[in-house]
């Protein structure tokens, strides 16, 4: 099904989240808004759920914690125990002291790549993925918000070009996608 | 809403301190008996010394708290700000306590808790002959009463120009306070490290490290980021604070979660770095303690770290008020725990044992600390007027 897209571009951050309160307490659904910087409580007017990142932190966190414990226990214990200034090296947990600030460093280094890499590929915004921003003055000075009318079939396309312009965008911009 | 005492937390406050008073009394009159009373002025003056010093460091890191709030221009705290100065009200009867302390000590030559103020050791010791200089009675006392005369100054200070904020406003005494602020920094800077080593590290005389200073005050301004959890949840149970929101608690949350690692991470790199080097000079510290007191220094050490980084960990936890509550009265209690060590490792040793003395002045002084600061409450509104950042405070949103 073709899928129409209307790209409302504001000039101004407070005045594209006013547009999106009022928008949405009229039943308009926004699925994206663009913006050069984060704005301040926008994600729930617009009904973006609260991120579970620290969640996969947690769980990435904990695979470094148990790499690190078994690669350790198998290098300097298991296959070559190794004699540092005469630390005792017969089980790992005599010798654990030695281990802990290794075991924290890699903890903290999965953690710390597992969420941006995460983070990056939830947004599309891997290194060499294709700009999704509809404009470049998105990154710069414009604020644009994103709405599907396939989401909003209660309103006709003219209802919501007159909703947005009362509203304060500046300017329009139509998309028709295959 | 003018904040009163409240019926109940003055009946608490009276039980507390004179159970306190009870079992102290009786401590006192069981450790006569005990040995002829041998250790008596050992153990009375180690427990002054545990409780003041413990007190007076929530009330001195509130302090330092307030002004890191002032010099950093932050605005999220303002909602709070009283919260942090009733905190820090018990400053002047901390300071008291300690001086009281530090006299019975000194007229007791030291009372086997600081062995260099004791003649008739430091003739056999060579060790503390070569710290004579610094390890006397004159310049302990000197310094002593510098670092407290500075705190006390910039604690009026900081009060007076608070409460004057609220009737006249404008910006003129927010800069004052940011920089005042920054310079209070500047001298706690050195003081909480060199204060830490003349107050605590001296008790253990042959013994030194550079990082018990941090350590020793990570330990404060963990305890005193709980008490003001605390006591902001019990304003605001009571029905005052109506600017504070679950943000506001959130972010005190997560400076007792980061604060316990903070301390955790000291107490750790203190720990490895001596039983990794293996230096007999520098390893006293940890086989006396290990030797009398394992089961409750380790413990105490995992306490301290886990519950906070277990129980803290998501973003729920740090705005749920009963969990937050619970984590923060057993770190509390583990950081007493945790200056006990610090005191009676290195004096009692062997003989220490927590007994009526020990519960009796712990809770004699808590009754106190919370009369005191529930009382500097009620001295001033408890909603600040006219600072510059509260109406982004009242909007703080995490």
Known sequence: MAERIIYATYEDDDVLKSSAKKLVSKGVRIAEVFSPFPIHGIDPIIGVKNTRLGIMAFLYGLTGLLLATVGMKYIMIDDWPMNVGGKPNGTYLENML????????????????????????????????????????????????????????????????????????????????? | MEFKITKNANLFTIILMALGIVCTIVGVVLEMGHDHGHHLPQRLSGNLLINSFFFFGIAIASLFFLALKYATETAWYVAIKRVIEGVAGFLPFGVGLLLITFAYITLNDGAHIYLWMDEEIVKHDEIIQGKAFYLSKTFFWIRTLVYVTIYLLYYWGFRKRSLLEDQVGGTELHYKNYKKGATFLVFFAVFSSTSAWDWIMSIDVHWFSTLFGWYVFSGMWCTAMIVM???????????????????????????????????????????????????????????????????????????????????????????????????????????WMDTYIMVMGGSMGENASIGFMEIGLLLLILGLFVRVILTSLTKAPLDVKNHPYLEESIHHEV
């Open chain 1, 98 to 178: 030695a281990f802990i600030p290794v075991t924290f460093e890699f903890t903290v280094m999965c953690a710390a790549h597992g969420m941006a890499i995460t983070y990056l590929w939830k947004n599309k915004t891997l290194p060499g993925l294709p700009a999704s921003n509809p404009h470049p003055r998105t990154t710069d000075d414009r604020f644009v918000m994103e709405l599907r009318l396939s989401e909003n079939n209660k309103f006709t396309t003219e209802e919501l070009e007159d909703m947005l312009q009362t509203s304060g965008a500046s300017e329009l911009d139509f998309k028709y996608v295959k």
């Open chain 2, 229 to 335: 959890v605390i006591l902001t949840l019990y304003l605001k149970r009571l029905g005052h604070l109506e600017r504070v929101n679950e943000n506001h608690i959130h972010d005190i949350g997560k400076w007792v979660f980061a604060i316990s690692f903070l301390w955790s991470y000291l107490w750790f790199s203190q720990f490895m770095l001596i039983w990794f080097a293996n230096i007999p000079e520098e390893t006293t510290y940890f086989v006396t303690r290990i030797a009398h007191f394992k089961v409750l220094y380790f413990g105490m050490f995992l306490i301290n770290f886990v519950f906070p980084m277990v129980l803290l960990m998501s973003r729920d936890a740090k705005r749920h008020s009963g969990l937050l509550i619970f984590v923060g009265l057993i770190v509390f209690f583990g950081h």
